[in-house]
């Protein structure tokens, strides 16, 4: 990994490479330090975020917030500026993951790393802000493709609890939150499900016959949520009372069509304004019923298989560009792919760009859509005046692979560490055999 | 001791019995004697009653083999037997004669595919996690599935009630098995007549049975269809060994009757076309040729199940229509659902048209039976086909013809008398007829629907009621009589009927007081008479007359037109994306792409001239010679993509023995299975289908090109290197189930598998090597060793006749590995997965071992926590050849952008990097004289990108294998559109139907 930084970053400041300091040991990096001076990013392709992209172009930021953008023409103060050259080099807003496990799971198949799934149906009150595990090695390979912040969601039952946004830096949990319970997350139950057929073994649609039932107890936790006056106390009707009162988003977990329409005119029965969709493999079939009540989506299922065999082979590919040209605010989340792969969200979104979508809008999908999907766009999400100094650069399109090398990136301003559990072997072994070939 | 299975009106019997009830009861009689003479193996309780049961059926038509019919003929039968047919009306002496009028005799149904009378066994559920490893402690076979020894006639009960059921249908006789097991033992053909089990049972043992699903057997093995095929194989040979030897090396009473079951028609149970196919090559290997019991699939490929010869067992259980009412529901509903909704009644025509020989059972049908087979004979299956399949080819399948399925003297006297010609608009089954006995089926009372005039007279003067006339309507439907008066205009009245035989009973409101007469009668020579009561009591007499026919429902009148052809082409695959037939290869010369040739020239800009499905000639300014050109200017073409490590298109992937090396993949390719198009879709060509990870030892690889549309087998590579599935780790220590006690447990049990399989192969091919080293004659007189599956497999391998592709991950187990096949002096071809490569990369590359690997996966379980992403770069650097795999149908078709990942993780050329999935996974399946590089005289297998092919934004434009542009991304957009224009074509069909249904339900 130096080496490649050594190659790259030749007419860069000494800096980076000040800060991108090994440790020998392979556990996570160490949180970086505050910003000390002013910086100017100077000679950068500057993709906004926002569909914007300046060529030659300038960034400043002090105390972690960025203080200027524009082009080099544009006479931008650097002055008393630490001076980084980055010669046609990229840089991005730090990507924005959105619904994932990240730092609540380490290992799938071992239970004992898991804390995604409490016990019941209806956890309300449980949050994963103060299960975020910072020192989770999966973190690491999620900053070194440039996901910088990443809202982190429990799992299972029909209430599961509440996300929070984090920053992919820091001490510990409370250090690291950007933004804590930002929503309380639904799965809506589901009309049928998948089983092996007794009869002839083979996958088979059924009714689920506890549809009704699941839906009852739904109505009656937002019913009795509403008319909660804090005695007795609950904690499960009390964690509910943001997202009645506009404090905080319903995220409505639904995949097909009739379910998105029976989840959403739920959550408007109980006055819930601010929703937001999950999942919503079926979206283009109510895509209507999406726009009318002005609901934002998080698309998952981009490097995933149709659903049905006779359609189009690119459908999964094509959705997100269908979705907002439909006029929907669509967002790229991690859900639905394993945790370790959901690093991939660029590629996502590169894949999504040829199908369909203009690349600087693919990106905005990773960016600015999830940052204000997520009630974050204050912050982080767009290279803008004011907002967080959280970016990176790349030595080329950091959507597409065989281009993407993510060179250094700030969280707030703080250079941090991209080196990793990974890098670190890698040179081992790099080392190793180089030195038999001598 | 009732004898019929319906209430008879014997007024309508027969001509001569028509209105004379006494005559009926008389031949009532007859026929009870005739079945007691039939029960001659108990003691009756009372007095002997032998009777000769001779009648003779005159004046019938009467049905012959070929589908002409005897006119005017009689049939003559005794002791349930038939005694003559002729052409005459000769009655001889000491026969009853019953005059058919021109009623038509049919031979008695045979049903050849039932479980009638047997009773069914309980299938145990699965408990907890532990592994039952072994059979249960009986002197049966080894393998708790192997049931040849059960035959079906020591468990058979007559069931009343079924076989009721079956006769109302115009079966006389069944076979019946015990559906369970992959070797079921034997069948027995049994006749329906009320009679006990002694008598029922024809024929004890009239055909041996088996299947590709082990039933109740709870033992672990076979687990997977590939399982189940090795299992036939295995237990084929185990049993031709078994019988040779005397005395026995041990008691197996399952081999024992798998031997003599050998001499019986064998039966197979399939549950589609691709199983049948597969099954029938087993056959062959054996000698033995498989009557196929089928799914209704067989028209799908209909000409590859003719060239099996076998004759088939068809079901008539035409699907239901799908659910596309509600719009959002019809999105979930698949297209080959659809397609085969619309197909599945004419299954029987194309079969036929094949010339496939085949019988029906109704068993999968049920009641739907009649309706089905008309359908199928609407559909264009000729009658005489469709009779001979539930007469003339059951009984010949089983050797019964001199008993059933013919009327011909000597035969039983099963047989069925119809109102008319079997499929002629309206006819019923009247009668069934089993072994003589006589069962009426239905009372033929549909003559007797009409209109009639009631004319009620007062019996007593006193109350001076004139004389009052109705017009009443009488229908019989199903043998159940409906009446109602007829009124001014439209209206009519109610009338509560009940018409037996010999009674009639009915009321109806009578006056303006709204009150009832309640009326009694009884059939005369004119109609029914009788007498009854008005409302005020007072007695009354009665007279019921015809006067008019009824008129007929205009809606029944149509669609008995036989169609002429098949409302939708069928499609290879049926899939959607399915074409009518394949796309074709032509010549083709592309122009001016980018050619990642993978050759010493790298990437040029040139041409690429494809001729007979070979590249003909890559260089600047190709003559076209008449080639189709391609415009690939901006474009890229590379080599085809190559996935070393796939389970698409497989009906199943685990076996689960410790040692499976026996079960070959290639027995369950799936040609109809969608990712075979997504993939080509993806640029990808060919694929290795490797067995799962379930055990250390796996099965045999499949290697196939992405031919979409060819059947199974022409998906293979021809002449390609064999190769076998190991695999390492957790996956095989059953790391997920707590309760497994399958060895082994750990890797250090892991290793001794493997010194243990090869040490017994040695020991086997040490023994066959002696054996072989005997001269002819003293072979004569030696036993040869017991051919096993597993060890010709592991001798194979250990001949360089088959090589291994290993699951593998963590350090110590390859290298493990590496020794153990050092040690038995052959090489590990390729370690797959091989995630902690990177860390004996040096060692791989030592042995010779190649690594095909993911490009970024990691975590996921504990064995992989240290998979890195520069993984496929360090083996590289450490000289071993090095893939990128999927092992996943969604990735796979991205392979490209997975290859790209090299780059950035590792720092890999982008030429190397293309190499990963293109050809070097050609070199590690011993492919790369003929695919993976562009050069002169290899396979056609290319892609024409739209952009740089290791970039997210490249889409494919074509991809060919063997020149025949398999995908081609307009065409694909074409079939999108046909796809979408058929689903609305079929939907229209289908809400067209239900709604037409609900009408008529509606009136």
Do not use: C
Not at chain 1, 157 to 164: C, K, V
Not at chain 2, 2 to 19: E, L, M, N, Q
Not at chain 2, 136 to 144: E, L, P
């Amino acid at each position: 990994m130096r080496k490649i930084l050594e190659d790259f970053l030749f007419a860069a400041a000494s800096f980076f490479l000040l800060l991108i300091v090994s440790n020998s040991n392979a556990i996570v990096p160490v949180p970086a330090e505050d910003q000390s001076g002013p910086i100017a990013i100077l000679g950068a392709v500057i993709h906004i975020g926002n569909g914007q992209v300046i060529g030659d172009g300038v960034i400043t930021f002090d105390e972690g917030i960025i203080t200027a953008i524009g082009s080099l023409s544009d006479g931008i103060n650097t002055a008393g500026h630490l001076l980084i050259e980055l010669q046609g080099q990229h840089l991005y807003p730090g990507f924005v993951l959105a619904n994932t496990t990240l730092g609540l799971l380490e290992v799938g198949s071992i239970r004992a790393t898991a804390d995604v799934f409490e016990e019941g149906d209806i956890n309300a009150s449980v949050r994963s802000a103060i299960a975020y595990n910072t020192d989770s090695e999966i973190i690491p390979t999620q900053r070194f493709n440039g996901i910088l912040t990443a809202q982190v969601a429990p799992e299972g039952g029909l209430i599961s609890g509440s996300s929070s946004v984090f920053k992919l830096d820091g001490w510990n949990w409370e250090d690291a939150l950007l933004h804590p319970d930002v929503g309380i997350h639904m799965h809506w139950p589901s009309f049928t499900q998948r089983r092996r057929s007794p009869e002839t073994g083979l996958f088979e649609t059924v009714d689920n016959e506890n549809y009704d039932g699941q839906k009852q107890v739904l109505h009656s936790l937002f019913q009795n949520a509403q008319s909660y006056t804090g005695e007795p106390l609950n904690l499960n009707l009390q964690a509910l009372q943001p997202v009645l009162n506009g404090g905080a988003k319903l995220f409505i977990h639904a995949d097909e069509a009739k379910e998105i329409i029976s989840a959403v005119r739920f959550a408007r029965e109980y006055g819930i304004s601010d929703v937001v969709l999950v999942g919503a493999a079926d979206a283009l079939l109510v895509q209507d019923f999406i726009i009318a009540e002005s609901i934002p989506v998080i698309y998952e299922q981009i490097h995933a298989l149709p659903s049905m065999n006779w359609h189009g082979v690119d459908k999964q590919f094509k959705t997100p560009f269908l979705l907002q040209e439909a006029g929907i605010k669509v967002g790229i989340g991690g859900g639905a792919t394993e945790l370790q792969s959901q690093r991939n969200l660029p590629f996502f979104a590169g894949t999504a760009a040829a199908h369909g979508l203009d690349r600087e809008t693919a990106l905005s999908l990773i960016t600015l859509n999830n940052a204000e999907i997520l009630g974050v766009s204050d912050r982080v999400g767009s290279l803008e005046v004011g907002k967080d100094a959280t970016m990176f650069v790349s030595e080329g399109d950091a959507l597409d692979m065989r281009t993407s090398k993510v060179l250094g990136a700030y969280i707030q301003g703080r250079d941090i560490d991209l080196f990793g559990t990974q890098q670190e072997l890698y040179e081992r072994f790099r080392d190793k055999y180089a030195k038999q070939v001598e | 001791m009732k004898r019929i299975d319906t209430p008879v009106d014997p007024s309508v019997k027969f001509k001569f019995a028509r209105f004379v009830p006494t005559a009926f009861a008389a031949l009532l009689a007859l026929l009870m004697a005739a079945i007691a003479n039939a029960q001659q193996n108990q003691t009756p309780n009372g007095i002997a009653d032998d009777r000769a049961g001779a009648y003779a059926l005159t004046n019938a038509n009467i049905y012959q083999p070929d589908g002409s019919v005897l006119r005017a003929s009689t049939l003559l039968i005794r002791e349930g037997k038939i005694v003559q047919v002729d052409e005459s009306r000769n009655v001889p002496n000491g026969y009853f004669e019953i005059d058919l009028d021109g009623k038509y005799i049919y031979p008695g149904f045979i049903d050849i595919y039932t479980e009638y009378g047997i009773p069914s066994l309980e299938r145990e559920s699965g408990g907890g996690g532990v592994e039952n490893l072994f059979p249960s402690d009986q002197a049966f076979n080894v393998n708790d599935a192997i049931k040849s020894n059960f035959r079906a006639s020591t468990t058979f009960v007559p069931d009343e009630e079924l076989r009721k059921k079956y006769r109302r249908l115009g079966f006389s006789s069944v076979l019946s098995l015990r559906a369970d097991g992959i070797a079921r033992g034997t069948s027995a053909l049994i006749t329906l007549g009320d009679m006990n089990a002694n008598e029922s049972i024809i024929i004890p043992d009239v055909a041996a049975h088996y299947s590709l699903n082990k039933g109740t057997s709870t033992q672990q093995v076979p687990s997977s269809l590939m399982g189940a095929f090795a299992l036939l194989r295995q237990t084929n040979l185990d049993a031709r060994w078994f019988d040779v030897q005397s005395p026995r090396p041990f008691t197996d009473d399952s081999l024992e009757a798998w031997n003599a079951n050998q001499e019986l028609p064998q039966i197979m149970e399939v549950s589609n076309w691709q199983q049948a196919l597969t099954v029938d090559r087993v056959g062959d290997e054996f000698e033995t040729q498989y009557v196929l019991k089928m799914s209704g699939d067989a028209y799908k490929q209909a000409e590859l199940i003719r060239r099996t010869n076998a004759t088939l067992i068809v079901p008539l259980n035409f699907p239901e229509a799908p659910k596309v009412e509600d719009v959002l529901e019809a999105e979930e509903v698949g297209f080959s659902d659809l397609k085969h909704w619309e197909l599945a009644p004419f299954n029987p025509k194309i079969l036929n048209e094949h010339e496939i020989n085949f019988a029906f059972t109704s068993s999968e049908a049920n009641q739907d039976f009649w309706e089905n087979i008309r359908t199928a004979v609407r559909n264009g299956l000729p009658e005489q086909q469709a009779i001979a399949a539930i007469t003339s080819i059951p009984a010949e399948i089983l050797g019964a013809a001199d008993l059933v399925g013919q009327l011909s003297v000597g035969a039983l006297a099963n047989f069925v008398i119809s109102s008319d010609a079997l499929f002629a608009k309206d006819a019923r089954l009247l009668e069934n007829w089993v072994r003589g006995e006589r069962f009426v089926l239905d009372d033929d009372r549909d003559d007797r629907n009409g209109i009639y005039s009631l004319n009620i007279s007062s019996v007593n003067s006193s109350t001076n009621r004139a004389d009052q006339q109705f017009e009443v309507e009488l229908s019989f439907a199903g043998n159940k009589a409906a009446a109602k008066i007829l009124l001014e205009g439209d209206e009519s009245r109610e009338v509560n009927l009940e018409l037996t035989d010999d009674l009639v009973s009915f009321n109806f409101v009578f006056d303006e007081s709204g009150n009832r007469a309640r009326l009694v009668g009884w059939p005369d020579t004119g109609g029914w008479s009788g007498n009854g009561r008005a409302p005020d009591g007072s007695r009354l007499s009665w007279q019921l007359r015809q006067s008019g026919d009824l008129t007929v429902n205009a809606n029944e009148q149509s669609n008995e037109s036989v169609a002429s052809g098949l409302p939708a082409p069928v499609i290879y695959p049926f899939s959607p994306y399915g074409r009518e037939s394949a796309p074709e290869q032509t010549d083709v010369l592309i122009q001016g792409a980018t050619v990642w040739t993978n050759e010493a020239e790298g990437t040029l800009v040139t041409d690429v001239l494809v001729r007979a499905g070979k590249i003909a000639a890559v260089g600047d300014n190709l003559p076209s010679d008449g080639a189709t050109l391609v415009d690939g200017t901006g474009k890229h073409l590379t080599p085809g993509i190559i996935d070393e490590h796939s389970h698409i298109a497989l009906f199943s992937i685990n076996e689960t023995a410790t040692n499976s090396s026996m079960v070959r993949m290639k027995d369950v390719v799936n040609s109809e299975n969608i990712n075979i198009y997504r993939n080509l879709a993806g640029g990808v060509v060919a694929a290795q289908l490797l067995h799962g990870s379930a055990n250390p030892i796996g099965g045999q690889s499949a290697i196939i090109k992405m031919r979409w549309g060819a059947p199974p087998q022409e998906l293979l590579i021809d002449g390609a290197d064999e190769y076998i599935k190991f695999a390492l780790g957790e996956n095989v220590k059953r790391s997920r189930n707590p309760a497994s006690i399958r060895y082994p447990q750990t890797r250090m049990g892991v290793e001794q598998v493997f010194v243990n399989a090869f040490s017994q192969a040695l020991e086997y091919g040490k023994a066959w090597d002696n054996y072989n080293s005997l001269s002819r004659s003293q072979q004569r007189s030696t036993i040869p060793p017991r051919r096993d599956l597993v060890d010709e497999t592991m001798l194979e391998i250990l001949n360089s006749e088959r090589f291994v592709t290993s699951h593998s991950y963590v350090q110590s187990e390859i290298n493990m590995l590496l020794n153990v096949a050092d040690s038995f002096d052959f090489n590990i071809n390729t370690f797959t997965h091989i995630l902690e490569g990177y860390k004996v990369a040096d060692k791989m590359a030592l042995h010779g071992a190649g690594g095909s690997t993911f490009s970024d996966w990691f975590g996921y379980k504990w064995e992989v926590r240290y998979a890195i992403p520069y993984n496929a770069a360090l083996m590289q650097q450490a000289g071993v050849v090095v893939a990128i795999n999927s092992d996943d149908a969604e990735m796979s078709r991205r392979l490209n952008q997975e290859a790209a990942k090299a780059i950035k993780y590792g720092d890999m050329s982008e030429i190397d990097a293309l190499k990963l999935v293109t050809l070097n996974p050609a070199r590690l399946l011993h492919l790369d004289d003929r695919m993976g590089s562009i050069l002169e005289g290899k396979d056609a297998d290319i892609v024409l990108w739209s952009d740089h092919p290791l970039s997210v934004y490249a889409v494919v434009e074509t991809t060919w294998v063997d020149g025949i542009p398999y995908y081609d991304r307009e065409e694909d957009r074409v079939l999108r559109q046909q796809i979408a224009d058929e689903r609305a074509r079929i939907i229209a069909v289908i809400t067209n139907n239900n709604s037409s249904d609900n009408q008529s339900t509606a009136n």
